[in-house]
């Protein structure tokens, strides 16, 4: 006998981070007798995807509420208090995977708390909604201590405050808008394992930065130092405060013989302002400025080798591209903000039609994790791209690094095999990330023709359209 | 290299993957719809050093005793004035116990010769009542202070500011607690004809000859033998004895009588709260030095009506932030249970403001059975505290949490952004006017206190800024 199907809504009133509840709607998903599963917080979006799951939440769930819904594949009771069970113990493990919790004192629940009795030297990493970042970030300024945003939303004027009090101080903050941070070698954030090298790159653009780790990486050169200093940063409104300060920072290491200074398209003044402070500097600043008729980054990573003197390699490419192009169009969807822009201008350039989404910004992001943890939002784009008539070629990137997904290829490879298009994937990488590079491009080269270099795949979706050779 | 992650696990966990050791902070959302208030008040330029100089003018205030005088003398009060616990209040509102000690109080003043009488006198404005607060005194449970009652003069010795609190009159029926029977007017009488002048003789011989009874350097050591300085003052009222027990003797030699004597020593001795009254005024004294810094959003009172709970901010001037008082959870004395308590009043929560009682809840685990509380709570709940202020008391060390100072200085932003409201120590008074004392246990402020004065502190922030 067949049971109808169940629904079962709860709000509770606890918090977990948005990735943290992703995983554990992922683990309970999985479950025996479990359709379908969402643990969230009650944010205005995730009370928008409960209801387009179909689920009813009662109006009273706030932003600080956490809401259970499940889909049972029946009604029996005993199936509802297994997935209820298997909710909490996932909700446990993630609170018994902090070693925090075991010791007998409370962790601390302020970043002021945390920070007391700390090294100066220990940087703050900020990862709360964009709200509230500035509050956490400025404890960490208060304490003395450099800090990095990595959460996405925050105000401007937020970001203007606190770089203006950093500055006051000699402090760096990165971010936010650039989840990338390399500090004498550790990675925070999204960051690719890199070795350690002459190279210091100073990068409004996380991805930016991430395509020339990579690609100096594979030329055999390594970057100690790489100062995410946020998307804003070199607008009018923050004025490169940060970059200033980064570029500072970098010139008085005697181990960085070359500043790499990476960004999406400045404030002309601002990027005028910080030409003429890098020229007083002792140590060679490259400027990489993204822009119409400007170098693409694969460019600046051969301009800094070639002024190194180290040969400039064969940038890698795997496998092939195994469709045929029925439509006019390059369709790109792209975790990285950069990589997206880079992209867009390239097609520009060529005067291909062209339709690049940076899944990553921050309007898609509010109350989810970033693209490059939770596929979710590229994989909906991609069936929906595949099944329009005028699409003619998809772009996707892949990141690796410490903080991404550990394994993109496991959802993506499946997506992109029922592909009746023709897919160019960009993979930004190293050989020492804990994706295990070459792992990745094995998988994906099967269903895609693969690129360590952005622009370089850019050039062979947009050759495919234009019926040109690879 | 080590790291301090708020927010996401992932990303401590991948510095944890790179042999980075990680301090996390265990980050929840604020208080509902605070996020933009907090931001404004964490980012305006003044609050850093506001918040640091208004602290520290909380630590560099000390208190001694200077004299002891009738509230007439004392603060200017007339008859047919009296002073209460708590943000103002009408006679409307005014809960039993407030109306029992302002109705025994009336009595006692000869206003009436029955305290029933009383209450037409409030509900006419015939006799008026204010806020201890708003007149350099402070006053537990419903504070009620009337002209003729003698209260401690307490001083800042470089500012030569002064604050006042009455003189504590025992437990039990008593008129702080809403009692007014017989008895308690009886008590009272003998402590204004006997208690008041023997005090004032005893503290201003003391005064004149090796120097005022230091009570910062008093509080200092009780916090040491194991007093909080709110629900237990044991060795504080034993060490204020031995310094005014000599005066006291040697008053004979004035004409005080032997008997008089002993029975004031007898009282004061048998009294364990007897420094309660002296405890509240030095940290009044010492919260007023950070009045009106432009700014701060550190707490610089707490009080309670019987009513409503209030809050006082450094930053805010003298403008109450209120809420409903809540009913404390605790213990209740014989037969009496939640339903014959009222809710929480007094002044006494100043002590909680200034860094002792309820924040100095590990120093005290003789009481922590009292307040319905294990040892263990005892520690946590100080430590819990330290995540809502500013400063580690230098003077008030702890010796089971290896000395460190009692967390000081409550900041408005980390009671919004953690939700963690301040601990109060408290006794309970009886709901219906003359019942008196029906427990003791522990209370916190209704939490909508915290985010309404923030969004004042944010007001004033934003209009700095466009002004400036």
Redesign the interface.
Known sequence: MTRPPHQHVEVRSA?A????LLQVSRTVAALPGVAAAQVA?ATPLNLDVLAGMGFEVPDDA???DMVVALRLVDGDPTTLEAAVAGVDAALRA?RS??P?AAGA???????????RG??P?????????G??A???A?D?L?AG?DVMI??DNV?LE?EV??KR?AAERGLLVMGPDCGTAV??G????F?NVTRPGPVGVVAASGTGCQQLLALLDHAGVGVSWALGVGGRDLGRAVGGLATREALRRLDADPGVERIVLVSKPPDDEVAAALASYAATLGTPVQLALLGPGLPDLTAVAEQVLADLGVPVPQWPVAGEVHREVRGELLVGLFAGGTLAQETELLCRQAGVPHEVVDLGDDELTHGR?HPM?DPTLRLERLVGALEHPHTGVVQVDVVLG??ADPDPAATLVPALAEAARPVVVSLVGTAAD?QDLLAQRTALARVAEVHLSNAGATRRAIGLLTGGAR | MRAVTVGADLLGDALEAQAVGVQRVDWRPPMPGTEDDLATVVLDPLRADADARAVQAVLDTTAVLVDVLPAAEAIGLERGQFLHAGPPLTWERASGPMRGALMGAAALEGLVDDPDDAPALFESGAATFEPCHHHAAVGPMAGVVAPSMWMFVLEDPVTGRRTHCTLNEGLGKVLRYGAYSPEVLTRLRWMGDVLGPLLQGAVRAVRDGQGPVDVSGVLTQMLQMGDEAHNRNRAGTLMLLRDLAPALVAGTERGSSAADVAEVLRFVGGNDHFFLNLAMPACKLALDAARGTEGSAMVVAMARNGTDFGIQVAGTGDEWFTGPAQVADGLFLGDYGPDDANPDIGDSAITETAGIGGFAMATAPAIVRLVGGTVPDALATTRRMHEITLAEHPRWAVPVLDFQGTPTGIDVTRVCRTGVLPQINTGMAGRVAGTGQVGAGLVTPPAEVFPAALARLARLSRERASGA
Not at chain 1, 186 to 189: D, E, N, P, R, S
């Open positions: 918090y981070d948005s990735v943290a917080m706030g932003p600080n993630l995977a902090r925090a004192q409370a962790p601390p629940r302020t970043t002021a708390s945390a920070l700390a090294d030297g220990d940087p703050v990493l900020v990862s709360v909604p709200a509230s500035a509050v956490e400025a960490a208060a201590h990595f959460s105000p937020h405050a606190l009090a500090l004498d550790v990675g925070l954030g960051a994790a943890i410490h903080g804990p």
